[in-house]
């Protein structure tokens, strides 16, 4: 390789790193902003100064230990907690039961089924969120979070594509071998494809905990009965930057968005930790 080529191609490993960090920069300034904002000892919207002037823990205090008519963040996140750990087994569950369907087992339709599925999920949830909320009123499920984890995870099942692209990928050899021993479709699938599939699972626990977590819109919807206690945490900050609220809780409204994202920065160490066993497991096992 002449002196030449090498020097190009140094250029543009340079180049590319210089654009990542670049863009690295851009996207963790507002966070850092957010945080940074979340220890001042004002009130309001601080515009003159990227650090605070005065640092504090009050925020959080407030947040935390003193509730008042506005800001009820305990109850909000145990409401968003519980919603989103239902949403997260029922979705999971759904979503490896109809994966393992399409995956391993033929039946007439299955090919039809697929697509239509396919062409259904690909619609916008919002075109659908007006006749879901008259169906729940009907039922009495408005202003319910029984309601909310029912409609979460009611289609979490037609997100089974990634999910089914890994069965897809484990030998038919392990399912025949377990047929001939005798096993059921039962068996099959709790004992043979759930272990291998360890890596995936991890992903579709995070993907189905993180769609309640910080929902906002269908939140929005659902719950408006204006009792503060039934609020879930994306709701209840954005009441904080109402116009009248803004400057004497926008301090507590950042501290409330770290605090937030707390949970699922521990979800994803626990679950990395799992998800490399899970890929060398699979590995061995296939």
């Known amino acids: 390789m002449s002196e030449s080529v090498k020097f190009r191609k140094k250029c543009s490993v340079a180049f590319q790193h210089v654009v990542l960090a670049f863009l690295s920069v851009v996207w963790l300034i507002p966070i850092l902003w957010l945080v940074v904002t979340s ?63 399409f995956s391993c087992c033929r039946f007439k339709g299955r090919e039809s089924l697929m697509s239509f599925s396919l062409i259904l999920n690909m619609f916008p949830g919002v075109l659908s969120m007006i ?91 659902m719950l408006n009965s204006g009792v503060s206690k039934d609020l879930t945490v994306a709701l209840g900050l954005y009441n904080m930057l109402d116009r009248s609220l803004v400057n004497q809780y926008f301090t507590v409204f950042c501290a409330g968005g770290f605090i937030v994202s707390i949970p699922i920065s521990i979800l994803f160490v626990i679950m990395q930790k799992y998800y490399v066993a899970g890929v060398t497991s699979g590995a061995v096992k296939g």
């Open 131 to 221: 006749a879901i909320y008259f169906v729940l009123k009907s039922l009495g499920l408005t202003n319910s979070h029984l309601g909310m984890i029912i409609v979460y995870s009611a289609g979490s099942g037609l997100g089974y594509l990634i999910v089914k692209g890994f069965m897809d990928t484990i030998p038919v050899s392990l399912r025949e071998a377990a047929k001939i021993e005798g096993a059921s479709e039962l068996a099959i699938f709790m004992k043979v494809i759930i272990p291998v599939c360890k890596p995936i699972i991890v992903y579709q626990v995070i993907c189905s905990f993180l769609v309640p977590w910080g929902d906002f819109v269908f939140a929005k919807l």
């Open 39 to 101: 220890f001042s000892a004002d009130t309001g919207v601080n515009k003159k100064h990227f650090f605070p002037q005065s640092w504090s823990i009050n925020n959080f205090v407030k947040l935390l230990t003193k509730p008042d008519s506005v800001v009820q963040y305990a109850t909000w996140f145990k409401n968003t907690l519980i919603i989103a750990i239902f949403t997260c087994i029922i979705s999971t569950i759904f979503v490896l039961m109809v994966s393992y369907a």
